[in-house]
C-alpha cells in the first residue's frame, strides 16, 4: 500500500466559472491509482458538499479513502485567474479543513508500514516527514508546495520534489542543496525547460513532449506520480523522469489535475 497525505482542495476556474477537484496530495493518489497502484489518502475535508465531492472523487478513482477526516467547516478552495498576459495565477487561497491536519498517532502507525508515502502541503513544520524517516519509511514530498519553513529541508527524504523557473542552471542548483540536504534522490520540474534529477551517483534530464495545452494546473502533481511510480517499479532516473513527463503532458490536455466533469460555478 502506497499513501499520501494533506492537502486537498477546490480549484475554481473564476473565468470559465467552473471548478475541478484537485490538491498536490490529491492530484498525486489518482494518478497512482491510475498506474495500478494501491493507494490510500489522508488528509481532512470540510463537512460541506465539497467535502464529500472531493471524497466521491477519490473513490471513484480507486483511492482508499477511509484515512480522510471530515471536519467541521469548509472545504479548501483556490481561486484561479488569468493576468494581463494570459496566464493561469492564484488569485486566493483558502486551506480550510486542510489548515492545521495532523494524522493521529494510530494514522501515523499506518503510514509507517506503508511501502511509501508522499507528503503535500501539511504544515506541520515537518513533523510527519520526520517521524515516517526515522521508522525507514520511503517518504516523498513536494517542498515546493509547503507552508512551513521546516518543510523546505531535504533531510530524511527517499526523493524530494521541488518545482523551479525555466533555467536548468537554477535547477542543477537546487538539486544539489537538495541531495546536500539530506534527499537521497532530488528531482526538480524547470516548466518549459525541462526536468532533472540526481542521486549523488548519477544525473539525468529530459525535456517536455510538446502538447497543445489546455490547462497546466495539476500537470507537476502528475509528474510527481508518475516518477514515484516507475521509481518503485525500479526504473532508472532518465526514465522515471521520461514517465513523470509523459504522465504530465497528459494532464496539460485537460482541464484540472486529473480527468473529471467540472462543476459549475455560481
Not at 22 to 35: D, F, M, R, S, Y
Not at 76 to 85: E, G, K, L, M
Not at 112 to 117: A, K
Not at 119 to 143: F, M, Y
Request: net charge negative; aromatic share 4%.
Amino acid at each position: 500500500m502506497l499513501a499520501t497525505v494533506g492537502d486537498n482542495c477546490i480549484d475554481r476556474y473564476l473565468a470559465l466559472k467552473q471548478s475541478t477537484v484537485g490538491g498536490n496530495a490529491v492530484n498525486v493518489a489518482v494518478h497512482l491509482a491510475a498506474a495500478g497502484l494501491a493507494v490510500a489518502y489522508f488528509g481532512a475535508v470540510g463537512s460541506d458538499g465539497e467535502g464529500q465531492r472531493i471524497l466521491a472523487a477519490l473513490r471513484e478513482n480507486g483511492v482508499d479513502a477511509s484515512g480522510a477526516r471530515v471536519l467541521a467547516g469548509t472545504t479548501a478552495f483556490t481561486d484561479i485567474a488569468v493576468d494581463t498576459a494570459g496566464e493561469r495565477i492564484i488569485a486566493f487561497e483558502d486551506f480550510g479543513a486542510c489548515a492545521g491536519y495532523r494524522p493521529t498517532a494510530a494514522e501515523t502507525d499506518a503510514l509507517r508500514r506503508c511501502r511509501h508515502v508522499h507528503i503535500g502541503w501539511l504544515d506541520d513544520g515537518g513533523e510527519l516527514k520526520d517521524a515516517l524517516a526515522a521508522s525507514g519509511t520511503s517518504v516523498s514530498q513536494d517542498l515546493s508546495v509547503s507552508q512551513a519553513p521546516d518543510h523546505g529541508k531535504s533531510e530524511g527524504l527517499a526523493i524530494a520534489f521541488i518545482s523551479a523557473g525555466p533555467s536548468i542552471e537554477d535547477g542543477r542548483r537546487l538539486l544539489a542543496e537538495a541531495l546536500a540536504g539530506g534527499a537521497r534522490t532530488a528531482v526538480v520540474t524547470c516548466g518549459a525547460s525541462g526536468s532533472l534529477a540526481g542521486n549523488g551517483l548519477e544525473m539525468a534530464e529530459t525535456g517536455v513532449l510538446p502538447v497543445e495545452v489546455v490547462d497546466t494546473l495539476g500537470a507537476g502533481d502528475t509528474f510527481i506520480a508518475g516518477f514515484v511510480a516507475a521509481s518503485l517499479a525500479g526504473a532508472g532516473l532518465r526514465t522515471c523522469l521520461e514517465a513523470g513527463r509523459d504522465a504530465a503532458a497528459a494532464t496539460c490536455r485537460h482541464l484540472g489535475g486529473f480527468p473529471q466533469a467540472p462543476g459549475n460555478l455560481a
